[in-house]
């Protein structure tokens, strides 16, 4: 089955300790992403990837970080977690060209 | 602030009606397009109109851009109770950068 897995699911965590929320995707698409959802705001992009080793900024990358060495994963890194971090978290991948992401199933985050 | 602005944030309609969302955004696309959300799931992808494109059709819906007045509309025909969701558009500006609108939540009644 074609998809989006993200693990973990829930992740509840403390002020300053380092996480990797993983994303994978079965779809040899190029590029992926990682969004943040907020209530009242939307999803905002964090970072995206074209392809493997090329990565780019989103919107709201601060406190992030993110690699691609392989094309089917792409794991977002918080190095440090605040707070301001506790958030709702998809990953999405689309093949080239194609524009239509197809998204995981999100992963809720909160940081004490 | 956000790339595209939806409109109204809000909407209750009775089943059978119709359903009408506007997005509008601020700088030149690619493409266009509207996902649906339920309930803080995964969102699902539901029509892609690109830059050259006026109207798209896909089942129950209808979608159209007007890239003079950088806006786009979404029509859900018909509605039934299992639209209930939150819609959002999101502009494709360059090869991976997507902004997506704050969102219409919809209620349908049965």
Same mark, same amino acid.
Not at chain 1, 24 to 40: A, C, F, I, K, V
Not at chain 2, 32 to 39: D, I
């Given at each position: ?28 698409? =190029? ?30 990358? =601060? ?36 524009? =239509? ?12 | ?29 690619? #493409? ?5 959300? #339920? ?72």
């Amino acid at each position: 089955e074609a998809q989006v897995t993200q693990n973990p699911r829930y992740l509840i965590t403390v002020t300053g300790k380092k996480l990797t929320v993983t994303c994978s995707q079965n779809m040899n698409h =190029e590029y992926m992403s990682w969004y943040r959802q907020d209530p009242g705001l939307g999803l905002r992009q964090i970072y995206y990837s074209m392809n493997v080793e090329v990565t780019d900024k989103g919107d709201v990358p =601060e406190g992030y970080k993110v690699s691609r060495k392989e094309k089917r994963n792409f794991p977002l890194i918080l190095e440090s977690p605040s707070p301001n971090q506790t958030s709702l978290y998809f990953c999405a991948s689309s093949l080239k060209g194609r524009g =239509e992401q197809f998204f995981g199933p999100g992963t809720r985050l909160t940081v004490l | 602030s956000q790339q595209g602005e939806e409109d109204p944030q809000a909407l209750s309609i009775q089943e059978g009606e119709n359903a009408t969302m506007n997005c509008s955004y601020k700088t030149s696309i690619n #493409n266009l397009q509207w996902y649906r959300q #339920n309930s803080g799931r995964g969102l699902v992808h539901l029509i892609l109109i690109r830059s050259n494109e006026r109207e798209k059709h896909s089942g129950r819906l209808r979608v159209t851009l007007d890239t003079s007045k950088k806006s786009s509309s979404l029509l859900i025909t018909a509605s039934r109770a299992a639209d209930t969701a939150s819609y959002f558009c999101a502009t494709d500006v360059r090869a991976g950068k997507s902004t997506f609108g704050d969102g219409t939540t919809l209620t349908v009644k049965p």
